[in-house]
């Protein structure tokens, strides 16, 4: 939309203030167990003695949800819309609540440090609340890989289950991949990468309390600074928080550390386009220290590190995009 007057600014403003406190008013209720208050139907007023607020606020933050088409208002009564219940309760309902975490807190970092003077790219969020939730985010997506991409490339699945199954995790952050692939892939053993020291700390906390310290070891090491040879079945390159000559080098060291017929997942998230959601991928990506490349281009860049069957995929719907290389058998 071309924006030629004044009003038309006044228009663009209130609509974005609109989506603002719509996004905002469903984190609060998520945060708040609103939607699962209301199974079975009910109204306001139970709503909010459920939840622990004013009738008031409880039927505000409803009436937000009625217009988002999350839930519907038949008489005083208030009920979660079938899609809502589908994926907003039960075990989506913690997937979703990272998702509105991560970006809540990471959008509100944006704007408090362009206020103070100090906006920088870069993932240097050391507040374990704001790991927590961008690790979370990765639940989800790794157990679609492991159940649509992982068996349909030649080897992985068997290599992923054998008694001497191993992955690499490079930049383990919080440890929620590692753990989940433990979870998925009952034998397999991890080394997790993470330089951060409150990450690492946070890590091996998660870790611990899933009881699986025997099976992820945390190594406060870099990507560049990595000498494995031949010893993974699958390494995760999360290149979206790297910058391109990390990835360039990275890929040729994550080459070596294969073994041969192991496979490489690289994450994307740039979208192509000009559009708002496009623009929108691209700051993220910048924002998270990575160069923001289409999954196109990171395909390029990991077969000119070597890797053959180079393909791009990824969970339908998903923001992540998935490269996978493997290294020749
Ligand atoms: C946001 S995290 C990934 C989240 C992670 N999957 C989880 O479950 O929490 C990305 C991590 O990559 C790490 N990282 C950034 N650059 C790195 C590098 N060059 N080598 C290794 N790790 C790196 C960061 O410290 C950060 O913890």
Redesign the pocket.
Known sequence: MQIQTAQDVQRLMAGLIDSTWAFSALAAAMELGLLDALDPACSAADAAAKTGVTTDVARALLDILVSLGLTQREGDRYQATLGASQSLLEAQRDDVLAWLRSTHFQSRGLVDAARHGSLQAG?IHTDPEI?QA??RT?RAPIHAMAAQVFPQLPGLEDRLRSPDATFL?????????SIEMCRIYPQLRVVG????EV?AAEARRNIAAASLEDRIEVRPQ???ELTDRESFDLIYL?QV??PIE?VRDGLSRVHRALRPGGWVFVLAITAPGEDLHASTTRLLNVMW?GSPLLAEEVADVTRSAGFESVQVGGPPGSLMKSIMGRRSV
């Open positions: 993932w790991l961008q690790g990765g995790d490079v930049g383990i952050g919080v440890g929620i991949i990468l993470e330089p951060g990450q870099r990507l560049e999360p928080f790297m990390v220290g």
